[in-house]
């Protein structure tokens, strides 16, 4: 990665660390709708690689959360707490699976081939590895979202009542329940159905703690 280009994404991350400190309390997780119609189950996705396309039936019986992802956003340092959350919560059940995408500041420039390269490399760089699927790019919100956001955000109300500024917007239809930023979480249960949702200010910590809450309904008495 030469010098131009690492200043090419300074702007991106200015703006990522603008959507990240303002002041306004709000929430950062909701829990899904009781009533939700269809599963995860129903739906499917093509690895990053572009090798396989994965059914999700394949996650029937674990705890399953969805990110959307972005390499040169602020909250790119997520990668290896997710890494490590997945690796301490396998045994549990957990999976975690990544959607880059690019509809937020434009932080997910490259394509489906230049992801993980920049991911080793450049953010967090260091050699560093996503131990989760990948899957490829697309979008999460408007006209050409992928059909699984599709049913996540149907499933589930956002945390915050504040959409973002449209400076940042460049998706149409807008609606209330679309994924506000990078590194969104959706959880799904071992039936398929989601269960929480939580937004891009939601630490990785916090995620965990309430996912730690969750899993004690299925711990044998």
């Not at 599963?39 to 969805?66: C, P, W």
């Not at 301490?88 to 509809?103: A, D, I, M, T, W």
């Not at 999460?140 to 500024?165: M, R, W, Y």
Request: aromatic letters at 12%.
């Amino acid at each position: 990665m030469t010098a131009q280009l690492r200043v090419s994404y300074l702007f991106p991350l200015l703006l990522a660390s603008f959507m990240q400190t303002n002041p306004m309390a709000e929430k950062v997780k909701m829990d899904c709708y009781k009533d939700v119609k269809g599963t995860i189950f129903d739906y499917e996705a093509i690895t990053i690689n572009g090798s396989e396309n994965i059914q999700f039936t394949r996650y029937m019986g674990k705890h399953v959360l969805f990110v959307n992802v972005a390499t040169y956003c602020g909250l790119t340092a997520q990668y290896p707490e997710l890494n490590a959350l997945q690796e301490e919560l396998k045994p549990s059940g957990l999976v975690v699976l990544g959607f880059p995408c690019n509809q937020f500041g434009k932080q997910e420039p490259g394509d489906n081939k230049e992801i993980l390269p920049g991911i080793k490399y450049v953010r967090p760089g260091g050699g560093f590895v996503p131990n989760f699927q990948l899957f490829e790019k697309g979008d999460v919100n408007g006209d050409k979202e992928q059909s699984i956001f599709t049913f996540l955000k149907q499933s589930c109300p956002h945390p915050s009542e504040i959409l973002a500024s449209f400076r940042y917007i460049s998706w149409e239809p807008i609606k209330v329940h679309d994924v506000r930023w990078n590194f969104e979480k959706f959880l799904v249960g071992p039936n398929g159905v989601p269960v929480m949702r939580w937004s891009h200010r939601a630490t990785v910590s916090t995620v965990k703690s309430d996912i730690l809450e969750y899993l004690k309904q299925f711990k044998t008495k």
